[in-house]
């Protein structure tokens, strides 16, 4: 599992890998976490979440905005998850630390997840998400 950022011109774009679908969604939080507050480790907290959507790219979508909205109104830092996939549905528990000032303070503040260019790709060995954060 991986993630890189790419050039984009206003926003922050990243490329994120992973060997399955469910460490994909696991990977793109982090990666989220990481360009929000400089650093995402694991921690005591945990949540729930379940998202809904029509298709793979609603999905995560759906999925990084319930993260987002998690991370700013519980104040966690969501580390990973363990994901579960159904048609329409991925559901899961989050894993993180609180939001602590002083140690999360060095990132860029995201106020949503675009679906322009958010896509869902397979190579010969991973999934590779690319998307776009607004800041």
Do not use: W
């Not at 609180?98 to 303070?105: A, C, G, K, N, V």
């Not at 260019?117 to 590779?128: A, P």
């Amino acid at each position: 599992m991986s993630f890189e950022e790419l050039e984009h011109t206003a926003d922050v774009r990243l490329r994120v890998k992973a060997d399955t679908l469910e460490e994909l969604f696991s990977e793109a939080a982090r990666a989220m976490m990481v360009v929000m507050y400089g650093s995402a480790e694991p921690g005591p907290m945990r949540r729930k979440i379940e998202v809904r959507a029509p298709d793979l790219e609603s999905l995560i979508h759906a999925f990084l905005s319930e993260i987002l909205y998690i991370s700013e109104v519980e104040e966690m830092v969501v580390s990973g998850a363990d994901v579960r996939l159904a048609e329409g549905c991925a559901e899961g528990d989050l894993v993180g630390e609180p939001f602590q000032p002083d140690r999360h303070r060095a990132g860029t503040e995201i106020k949503g997840i675009s679906l322009s260019g958010l896509t869902v790709s397979r190579d010969n060995h991973s999934y590779i998400l690319e998307v776009i954060f607004d800041v």
